[in-house]
């Protein structure tokens, strides 16, 4: 069951709706299209500035029962090829890897997956002009504590394409955020360079990179920021074996930041960072690979360093330059391997 978060019908005019990446024929032909006649009397179409809605609430409805349905089949089948076209970005990268993995590991199948299922969803949907189009859903899965929520933020990049899911995030109910809308219950998105924030989405990746290797005040105390350090901290004084850790951002494409304002002016951001983890083992000392997933994803041969790639997405919570406290806090994150080299 899902709850409808679209506006109801209101009397007079209305700007038509604009989907975003599922009905592809309603959205070529709902591309909503403002038309204008040159002096030459050619027709030029600019559709592309007007401003509204991401989709419909029919449409990302549709979205998310496609994706859920390709996720299912894909993670059941350990066929990274059954849901390729339903996910991208960090998602893309995390799930791709993983289903890589388990048909290596497990080449008959998953026997013991239990299907995703997805209820009481809300659908957030910002307006804005141009593409990428995108929305987020919040819902209650079947997987996990009672109390959390899967937000997952849908997207594409012209009416041509199907939706697909480029960031996942699982938190606690009651630490997501209540967004603004306007009188038609439309979400508000941010821009990348929003200049009343404490940091603009856009540059969220780098100073995430930056803090993670040389630490500062940016990000509030917590798993993903204090301990996290802690802990590389801690591993790379274990001794014969050296630990390097290299931190990048991610930014453009379907990597690039996107957030929604909230009612107390912040925004709640989600954004990619790729992280490095080089093993170097002293003369003598063996790289001894114990997980399943490594060796999986493993090319050559470690004889005397490893190194670890993954993904890791990020939902955080941006406050307005307004607010007491400036830094930025972690609603979620989800890191997975990507790939594993041996040297």
């Known amino acids: 069951m899902s709850r409808d978060r679209s506006p109801r019908r209101s009397p007079g005019p209305r700007r038509p709706r604009m989907p975003r990446r599922l009905g592809r024929g309603a959205l070529t032909a709902a591309s909503v299209t403002v038309l204008s006649v040159t002096a030459s009397g050619c027709v030029v179409v600019h559709g592309e500035r007007e401003i509204l809605p991401g989709a419909t609430k029919s449409e990302a409805a549709r979205a998310l029962r496609d994706f859920t349905a390709a996720y299912n089949e894909a993670n059941g089948a350990n066929d990274p090829s059954l849901d390729a076209d339903r996910v991208t970005g960090a998602l893309g990268d995390i ?10 590991n497990q080449p008959g199948g998953n026997t013991g997956y239990v299907p995703l299922k997805l209820t009481d969803t809300e659908f957030t ?29 849908f997207t594409r990049s012209d009416a041509n394409e199907v939706w697909q899911v480029a960031y996942l995030t699982i938190s606690s109910a009651d630490e997501i955020p209540t967004f603004k809308k306007n009188a038609d219950g439309w979400a508000e998105p941010v821009t990348a360079n929003a200049a009343d924030l404490a940091v603009a989405p856009g540059k969220l ?55 929604l304002r909230t009612a107390d002016g912040g925004a709640l951001v989600f954004f990619t960072t790729r992280h490095y983890q080089k093993q170097t083992a002293a003369q003598g000392v063996p790289i001894n690979v114990t997980n399943a997933d490594v060796k999986a994803l493993m090319t050559g041969d470690p004889k005397q360093s490893l190194t670890l790639e993954s993904i890791s997405n990020q939902a955080v919570l941006d406050p307005p330059k307004s607010a007491s406290d400036q830094r930025i806090k972690f609603l979620s994150r989800i890191q997975g391997l990507t790939a594993a080299k041996g040297e």
Do not use: C
Request: hydrophobic share 30%.
């Open 125 to 153: 949907i910002p307006e804005k002009a141009g593409w990428p189009r995108w929305f987020v859903t919040d819902s209650k899965a079947n997987k996990g504590r009672a109390e959390d929520r899967w937000l997952m933020v």
């Open 205 to 259: 990746p780098q100073q995430y990179a930056t803090y993670l290797k040389d630490g500062g005040s940016t990000f509030a105390d917590g798993a993903h920021t204090t301990k996290w350090r802690s802990d590389r901290a801690k591993s790379a004084a274990r001794p014969g074996l050296a630990q390097q850790y290299i931190d990048e951002p991610l930014t453009s494409g379907d990597y690039a930041p996107v957030g």
């Open 95 to 104: 799930d791709g890897a993983k289903l890589k993995a388990g048909g290596k």
